[in-house]
């Protein structure tokens, strides 16, 4: 008898912790002081605070966007303190992404992307600074077509760039890297003169794009040579502009 009183006890107790539990987090209204005895490895089931649980996605995006709006024009030259702030704040995205086969997406991933900030150091179209000129950067992604085009524009001198490539995923396997081969790179003055011939390239030029983030509006990659093994690359924030697109054909 003393051993079915047991069972029976043990049996009310786990149901009774199992319903404070589905209580607790189906409202925070609900939440309450545990007993200082609980043990502190089952008191995170208890909490139910928003507050404890860190920023949503989108209260990440704020933040990001706020603190690329301190960070100068595409990101050139951003402070060290403000560089790692921003990279953290990606990182933090990461684990919120809401995509998470970005390369399988070919509809979300299709389209003309911007620049928004990256901490690639060295001058080039990839950053959007050419010499003493800075100029805008885009994206745009064809990923149907296995196409892609990263686009330099500048207003003064007005001058386009556009370095074309071929796109598909990194690997058989790969859910969230594309690799770029690079083919052909043109400019044009005025955005209709061309200034002389494309220009196609003698050795293989190839860089992988692994998507941390993807929504509906955001982007967000780390980009590499693929003959680099030191870290995951410079971050690349893009946002989605289809209303700035333009003509690129040269």
Same mark, same amino acid.
């Not at 706020?66 to 060290?80: C, F, L």
């Given at each position: 008898?003393?051993?079915?009183?047991?069972? #029976?006890?043990?049996? #009310?107790?786990?149901?009774?912790?199992?319903?404070?539990?589905?209580?607790?987090?189906?409202?925070?209204?609900?939440?309450?002081?545990?007993?200082?005895?609980?043990?502190?490895?089952?008191?995170?089931?208890?909490?139910?605070?928003?507050?404890?649980?860190?920023?949503?996605?989108?209260?990440?995006?704020?933040?990001?966007?706020?603190?690329?709006?301190?960070?100068?024009?595409?990101?050139?030259?951003?402070?060290?303190?403000?560089?790692?702030?921003?990279?953290?704040?990606?990182?933090?995205?990461?684990?919120?992404?809401?995509?998470?086969?970005?390369?399988?997406?070919?509809?979300?991933?299709?389209?003309?992307?911007?620049?928004?900030?990256?901490?690639?150091?060295?001058?080039?179209?990839?950053?959007?600074?050419?010499?003493?000129?800075?100029?805008?950067?885009?994206?745009?992604?064809?990923?149907?077509?296995?196409? +892609?085009?990263?686009?330099?524009?500048?207003?003064?001198?007005?001058?386009?760039?556009?370095?074309?490539?071929?796109?598909?995923?990194?690997?058989?396997?790969?859910?969230?890297?594309?690799?770029?081969?690079?083919?052909?790179?043109?400019?044009?003055? +005025?955005?209709?003169?061309?200034?002389?011939?494309?220009?196609?390239?003698?050795?293989?030029?190839?860089?992988?794009?692994?998507?941390?983030?993807?929504?509906?509006?955001?982007?967000?990659?780390?980009?590499?040579?693929?003959?680099?093994?030191?870290?995951?690359?410079?971050?690349? #924030?893009?946002?989605? +502009?289809?209303?700035?697109?333009?003509?690129?054909?040269?």
């Amino acid at each position: 008898m003393s051993s079915a009183s047991s069972s #029976v006890s043990a049996s #009310v107790s786990m149901l009774t912790f199992v319903l404070l539990v589905c209580l607790t987090w189906a409202s925070p209204a609900l939440a309450f002081d545990l007993p200082s005895a609980t043990p502190s490895f089952l008191r995170p089931l208890f909490n139910n605070d928003p507050a404890l649980k860190g920023p949503s996605a989108s209260e990440l995006l704020e933040q990001l966007e706020a603190r690329i709006q301190e960070a100068p024009k595409n990101g050139i030259d951003t402070p060290k303190e403000l560089e790692e702030d921003i990279v953290a704040i990606c990182e933090s995205l990461e684990k919120l992404n809401p995509t998470k086969s970005p390369v399988q997406k070919t509809d979300m991933m299709n389209g003309f992307w911007k620049l928004r900030w990256t901490n690639l150091a060295n001058s080039g179209p990839s950053n959007g600074k050419l010499g003493p000129i800075l100029g805008d950067v885009y994206q745009d992604i064809d990923l149907t077509n296995g196409a +892609a085009q990263n686009i330099f524009r500048s207003e003064f001198p007005p001058l386009v760039g556009v370095l074309k490539g071929s796109l598909a995923p990194a690997d058989t396997n790969s859910a969230t890297t594309l690799a770029i081969t690079f083919i052909s790179v043109g400019t044009k003055l +005025a955005n209709f003169l061309p200034l002389g011939p494309q220009q196609t390239f003698d050795t293989v030029q190839i860089r992988k794009w692994e998507h941390v983030y993807l929504d509906d509006d955001y982007r967000i990659f780390f980009a590499k040579n693929p003959d680099t093994t030191a870290s995951r690359g410079y971050v690349y #924030v893009t946002k989605r +502009a289809e209303e700035e697109r333009f003509d690129t054909n040269i």
